[in-house]
């Protein structure tokens, strides 16, 4: 059998398949939502397989895989396989001026966010890669207009604003901030922030997690589904949006989830703990024994 036989042959049986569990007490897996799989067609998909294998290959033989993240936010895995190494949460520390992305940063949102009540915002960011149609784009932009609450929405998309509905900009311009890119990590530490509407990816939710954030789960690809998992059954501290018959989001879903957690308090209490644990965990316990741990054994080995 070609090698793009057997490639094709292993994304027809994952397909196919029920959820999988890859290491005892970790979470199931649903194999659809396995990176080369949730995205793009068959060509596409068998680029990203190749590519995650040879990645997974050159892992072989190796000692240590140093990871952002922390013992307690996923011991089972860690259990199962020792050779990982967790030193995170790693963020740096926030300095005003200096650069943290790539796209230009509009900081008005920081005076924007100073105006707001505490834990009143709703922060809604999909990173620099997710990309919507615009049924689902409208349905967004009309749950945060029907919510009436105060939000900030970095969206690289269009500036100009002919994408969203019409009349959107000027009707919420009184409680809702839109920009084209935003501070994340500064935007998350604000006492303003009451919950992230996010695509789950790893770097949001480290970064949610660490700021006492609790979360909408909104993933759209690879690893995001899992987090999600994380964060919704394990942690408990978000929830997730459950699509309609036409793959979309509406606008009732969005506004339901969002006001429902926004009036959770144990989901803030459990979000609070998180957060705290992993203070701990990079300033006195397992992630610092593990970084000290390993910088030792380096000396050792020079």
Known sequence: MARDDKISGIIGLLHNRSAIQLAPNTPLVDPSHFSWLCIGDTMEQKVIYRYVRQFMKSLEGVEWVLCHSSYELEAATFDS??????????LPSIQHGQPTSLWT????????????????????SFGSLTLFGKDQLHELALALEN????????????????????????????HGKVVGWCPQRTVLAHPSIACFVTHCGWNSTIEGISNGVPFICWPYFADQFLNQTYIVDIWKVGVGLKANEDGVFS?????????GLMGDEGMRDRVLKLK???????????????????????????
Do not use: H
């Not at 396989?81 to 995170?88: A, Q």
């Not at 990079?282 to 024994?289: A, C, D, L, N, Q």
């Open 147 to 174: 919510l009436g609450r105060p939000f900030l929405w970095p969206d690289l998309i269009d500036k100009a604003g002919a994408a969203y509905p019409e009349g959107f900009l000027d009707r919420v311009g009184a």
């Open 276 to 302: 705290e644990e992993a203070i701990r965990s990079v300033t006195e316990e397992s992630s610092m024994e593990n970084l000290n741990g390993f910088m030792k054994a380096m000396k050792g080995k020079s």
């Open 81 to 90: 396989f020792p050779n990982l190494l967790p030193i995170g949460p790693l």
């Open 251 to 259: 606008k009732e879903e969005i506004k339901n989830k969002v006001e």
């Open 105 to 124: 940063v509009d900081e008005t949102c920081l005076e924007w966010l100073n105006k707001q009540p505490e834990c009143s915002v709703i922060y809604v």
